[in-house]
């Protein structure tokens, strides 16, 4: 009983096995790049919704803009400019607190009289 087929099975099993590999290896290393693009262009998705079987309503930030779009398979329409999103609670609070200490103007109480620090 001979075994000639053996080797021509492996050579073309460890060919099949590399170019497999190359393959995912270029495919992995495409995805790294085009989200390296990405972030240096400045452009990102804050959120998208699906309003349909094939629409999307998506919200993105281009270099500090943030816009409001219509997505179907055939266009995309600008449905809205939307303007700069507001400071976090925290920092409205804290500037609003440093503005009154600075014009050292009354506090208002539970009773609506001012307070004077």
Do not use: C, H
Not at 33 to 39: C, D, E, F, I, T
Not at 60 to 67: I, M, N, Y
Not at 85 to 93: I, K, R, T
């Amino acid at each position: 009983m001979t075994y000639d087929w053996i080797q021509p099975m492996a050579q073309l099993a460890l060919g099949l096995g590399l170019t497999a590999l190359a393959l995912w290896a270029a495919f992995t290393a495409m995805k790294k790049l085009q989200r390296r693009q990405g972030a240096r262009t400045g452009l990102s998705i804050i959120g998208a919704i699906s309003v349909g079987t094939r629409e999307r309503v998506v919200l993105l930030e281009a270099e500090g803009v943030r816009l409001l779009l219509g997505v179907t398979p055939s266009s995309i329409t600008l449905l809205q400019r939307l303007p700069e999103p507001p400071a976090p609670f925290s920092e409205q609070l804290e500037a609003a607190i440093d503005e009154r200490r600075t014009a050292n103007a009354p506090l208002p109480t539970s009773e609506g009289e001012g307070v004077r620090r």
